[in-house]
């Protein structure tokens, strides 16, 4: 294999278990930054940015990575969570438990 290879936008998968890593952490009172440093702390260096694009999906133009097992299961462990959470479909099907930041979901009421 030679050069850069274009890949697709996240799969389903990897973008749920994304969206799933931001609502444990926002639950946990925790930001983006500080998941990043207990990542790093778990050996699994990762920066802010980094994660805010694997939680949102958001196909950077900078290589960033996709969302890998080892990422996932690192991602799990500081938040405190079997693996299989982090890829359960989300309860609510018009947010995704994820409302926008500033926005109430009108199926679930969740504050994002
Ligand atoms: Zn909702």
């Known amino acids: 294999m030679t ?10 998968v990897s973008r749920r278990a994304g969206a799933n890593v931001r609502r444990l952490r926002r ?3 925790m930001t983006a930054a500080q998941l990043a440093q207990e990542m790093t702390a778990l ?3 990762i920066s802010t940015q980094n994660v805010t694009r694997l ?5 950077g ?3 960033h990575p996709a969302m890998s097992v080892d990422l996932l299961i690192a991602f ?3 938040l405190q969570v079997g693996p299989e959470v982090l890829l359960a479909e989300p309860a ?7 409302p926008p930041e500033g ?3 009108r199926a679930c009421g969740a504050e994002g």
């Open 43 to 45: 050996g699994m260096p």
């Open 103 to 105: 926005f109430a979901c």
């Open 3 to 12: 050069g850069h290879q274009k890949t697709p936008e996240g799969t389903a």
């Open 92 to 98: 609510c099907w018009q947010c995704s438990d994820l």
């Open 61 to 63: 133009s900078g290589g």
């Open 76 to 78: 799990a462990a500081v």
């Open 27 to 29: 639950r946990a009172g």
């Open 55 to 59: 939680e949102t999906g958001v196909s």
